[in-house]
């Protein structure tokens, strides 16, 4: 059965540095997602992704965040300049369409770890 | 605005006994809603999903769901519970507001659930 991976499945960075989490959606999926949980609370919507834009994004999703389909089958989600508070669990989701009835596929998850 | 609210964050049950987990949602169209599971280092698997036909809604592994729309409810429920369901229990809804929020997810806060011998 088709999946969705995320690599790396754990990420310890320090303040200020760069990461780019990486996903590879279910191969005939065109709506991408991720999402976020930081520890003891909700999972959070971050952004949306078709056709190569995004389609919404949530107030989360500051400039220091960007996503980019750079090869046809990678997602990834870039964060600029990481900040303490963006330790989490971060989810990446694809479906197949954009409608609220569709189901999202999710990976495993990246946890991250800012120090 | 869309939300959910998971009113037990953990529940406690023996093998073999049923399983109820509440959710409320609240939503201000006609909204989808999900259940899915997380199993340790596992992704969020979905066991099953209301989409405005028939209102109980049968999943994987012997779960089901109401929808209440006169309750906001859609609690799951199984008449067993196996050592397998030990997991954590998200329902979500998904809607639309103002026709643009296509496929956004909003999670309840999930329910641990633990299952003993």
């Known amino acids: 059965e088709p999946e969705v991976t995320q690599t790396p499945s754990h990420q310890v960075t320090q303040m200020g540095q760069e990461v780019i989490l990486r996903c590879v959606p279910i191969?005939?999926?065109?709506?991408f997602y991720w999402y976020r949980q930081i520890l003891g609370q909700k999972v959070e919507f971050l952004v949306s992704?078709?056709?190569?834009?995004?389609?919404?994004k949530s107030e989360i999703f500051d400039d220091q965040f960007s996503v980019e389909r750079p090869d046809g089958s990678n997602f990834t989600l870039k964060i600029r300049s990481t900040k303490l508070e963006d330790s989490a669990m971060y989810f990446c989701?694809?479906?197949?369409?954009?409608?609220?009835?569709?189901?999202?596929?999710f990976g495993p998850g990246t946890r991250l770890l800012v120090l | 605005a869309q939300s959910v609210t998971q009113l037990d964050s953990h529940v406690s049950v023996s093998e073999g006994t049923p399983v109820l987990l509440r959710c409320n949602y609240s939503?201000?169209?006609?909204?989808?809603l999900f259940w899915y599971v997380q199993h340790p280092n596992k992704g969020l698997q979905l066991l099953l999903k209301y989409t405005s036909a028939a209102t109980l809604v049968k999943g994987i592994n012997g779960f089901e769901a109401e929808f209440k729309k006169s309750e906001t409810s859609f609690h799951l429920t199984k008449p067993s519970a196996h050592m397998s369901d030990a997991a954590e229990y998200f329902c979500v809804v998904s809607d639309r507001a103002g026709g643009t929020s296509y496929g956004k997810l909003t999670f309840g806060q999930g329910t641990i659930l633990t299952v003993h011998p």
């Open positions: 191969s005939n999926h065109l709506y």
């Open positions: 939503s201000s169209y006609s909204p989808s």
């Open positions: 992704f078709y056709n190569n834009e995004i389609s919404e």
């Open positions: 989701a694809s479906s197949l369409g954009g409608l609220i009835q569709e189901t999202q596929y």
